[in-house]
């Protein structure tokens, strides 16, 4: 039987997280500050201090970063709602689970709307479709 050690992430691999992770906070913030019309990219870089150029070593354009705020924002909520679910029975779980999904969106309807409406992005429909 062998034990294999832990993998450590290289200080490069550190860095590329840290500088990935300061433009997605950056673009969290703006978002709401913004909303998804007043988003630039230059904005985002401007914000996380870091240059232009730097934010296409991670991201190919604003949408991909939106998609990627838009998916932590969902990972979280399903996690709460799991977590606040755990104990209560099917099929009653999955019910309590529908309705506060449907009051989420309710809650965010304008943020939605914004993204996927007549003036929000193409690109970011398409991303929803696809998942």
């Known amino acids: 039987m062998s034990v294999s050690k832990p993998q450590s992430i290289s200080r490069s691999e550190r860095r590329k997280q840290q500088t990935r992770e300061q433009l997605v906070q950056a673009c969290r913030e703006l978002l709401i500050e913004r909303h998804y019309d007043g988003l630039t990219v230059q904005a985002i870089t401007d914000r996380a201090d870091l240059g232009y150029g730097t934010f296409y070593l991670h991201f190919k354009d604003k949408d991909e970063i939106v998609w990627a705020v838009m998916q932590e924002y969902s990972d979280a909520f399903n ?36 993204l996927f409406g007549t003036r929000g992005s193409a690109v970011l429909t398409q991303y929803y479709r696809d998942c």
């Open 79 to 114: 996690q709460a709602v799991d977590a606040r679910l755990a104990d209560i029975a099917s099929p009653r779980r999955e019910l309590l689970a529908w309705q506060a999904i449907f009051e989420y969106v309710g809650e965010v309807r304008e943020g939605f709307a914004a």
